[in-house]
C-alpha cells in the first residue's frame, strides 16, 4: 500500500513537472517571440509630404516629423513636458542666466562619416538663426567652442524654453559639410532634398507627395540599432486608397488614421494608437481694421454660435475634447476658473445685432482637407448657418494653405492647428508673439504678448505656470482666436509592428531606433 501512495504521488509530481516544464517552455517561447528581431523594411502611409526633408530651417510644423528617423535634436521632451539630454548629454546655465554651456555627446558620426562636436553644433545653431523658425533662439548673441564637446551659449536674456527648442527644428544636427555645401546656392538647393544626419537611417531617395526612403545606419551610436533595414514612408492624399494599401498589406503603418475608421480598424485586427495632438481653433484677420472680425463682438458670437461638445463628441469619435479656452487640462497653462463661451446661439445672435448685424453676414473660412474633413467643416458651416452667418468652406491644397497662414487673408477666417504640449507656454508665446511667423493680419493684444513673454524669462515653475494661465484668460477675454476642441494623432498599424516610436515624447517627434517587425 505504502508503494502503491508512493508511486501515485510521484506521479502527480511527474504530471506537475510536466505541466510546469511545459508552461515553461510556452513562457520562454513567448519571451523569446517578444525579443527584437533585425531585418525587414517599414512601410508607411501618409497623406502629408514635407518640403526640404533635408534642411529644418525650411521645414515647419508636422514636415518635420518625417526628419526624425535621419536628423535628432540636441534634447527631447519627456512625459512631463520636460527636456531631456540626447545629443547635448548635460547643460548648466551661469549664475546670471545670460550663458548656457552644453556638453556634446561623444562618438557620434554622421552618415557621410563627419563627427558630431562643439563646432558643427556652433554651425547648425548660427544657420538655424536664419531659418523659418529661428525668432525662438534669436537670444543666442553667440555661440564659443570651448573644446571639442563643450559649448558656451551667449545670451541676450534667459528664456525657459530655449532647451525646449532644441528638441525639434533648432536642435536638429546636421552634417557640417552639408552647412557648408549649402553656402552655395546650388549646394543649399542640393542640400533641401539630401538630409544628412545622425539618425539610425540615412537617406536613400525622396520625390515629394510619392516617396521618402531611408536604409539601415550600421554607425549609429545607440549600439545594436536599428533593428529595420529601412524605412519608407509612401505618400498617399486618398484615404480610401490609404485603407486599402494598409489591408492588401502593401504597407504595415498609416500616420493620421481617419478617425471614423479607427474603430473598426481595431475590430478588424489592427493596432491603434492615439497621442494627443493640437488644438484646432479659427483665426481672423482682425488686425485689418477694416474687417468685420476688427470688431471684438463679432469674434465673441462666433464662439458662441458653433456647438463644439456636438461636434467633437459626433465626429471624434471619443478621440476629441471640446474647449471652451485655447487650452487643455493637460497643459500647464489651462486655466480651472475659466468657463469662456460655451454653446449659446441666442447669445450669438445678440451680438451679431449689438454689432450691427441683426440678419448676420457672408464670410468664407479656409481649410485643408487632410487635417479638417469635409464633415467637420460642414457641421461648422451648419451652426453658423444658424445665427446668420453665410460661411463658404474653402478647401486649399498643402501650398496655397500654407501661404494663407504665412502672408493672411481678407474678410474671412482660417481653421489652424497648434501643437499641444504639456508646457505649453513655448507654444503660446510662439502664436501671439511680435512677428509669429503665422496669422500676421491676426489681432495680438500688446498686453498678452507681454504677458507672454514674461512667462518665458521667469526661471521659476510655478510663476511660468500662473503667467501661461493669464495668457490663457487674456485669449479669452479679447476673443482673440475662437477654440474648437483637441484632437488626437491616430496611427494604425499590424500586429507585426513592434514600437514604432510614432509619439517620441513631443507631438511629431518620431522615434523609429527601436521599431522592429515579427513575422
Known sequence: MKIKRLMKRLGVCLLVAAVAVTFMAGFVGQVQAEKPRYGGVLK?????????PGWPSSSAGLELTDLYACLEPLTKINGNGDPVPFLATS???????KSLILTIRKGVKFHDGSDLNAETVKMNLEERKSGIYGNEIIIIESVDVIDNHTVRLNLSEFKNTLLHSFANYNGLMISPKVVEKAKEKKGK?????????TGPFKFVKFERDVILKY????GYWQKGKPYLDGV???YVKDQMTQLAALRAGEAQALWEAPLKDAPKLKKEGFVTISFPGGLRSL???SDNPESIYADKRIREALEYAIDRKTISDGLGYGYWEAINQ??????NSYNPDLIGRPYNPEKAKQLLKEAGYPNGFKTSIIAYPVTDGRDVMAAIQQDLKKVGIDAAILFYDQGKYRFAQLKGWKNGLLIFGQNLSINFTHDLRSMFKVGASRFPKTFRPPELREVLNKAVAVPDSNDQKTLSQKGVRMISDMAVVTPLWANADIYVTHKSVHDPGFNGGRRGQWAPAGCWLSE
Open 44 to 52: 508607411i502611409l501618409r497623406g502629408y509630404s514635407p518640403r526640404a
Open 91 to 97: 547643460w548648466e546655465y551661469g549664475p546670471d542666466l
Open 189 to 197: 538647393k542640393w542640400a533641401k532634398k539630401n538630409p544628412v544626419g
Open 215 to 218: 536604409e539601415r545606419f550600421d
Open 232 to 234: 519608407e514612408t509612401h
Open 283 to 285: 483665426a481672423s484677420d
Open 326 to 331: 485655447y487650452s487643455t487640462k493637460k497643459c
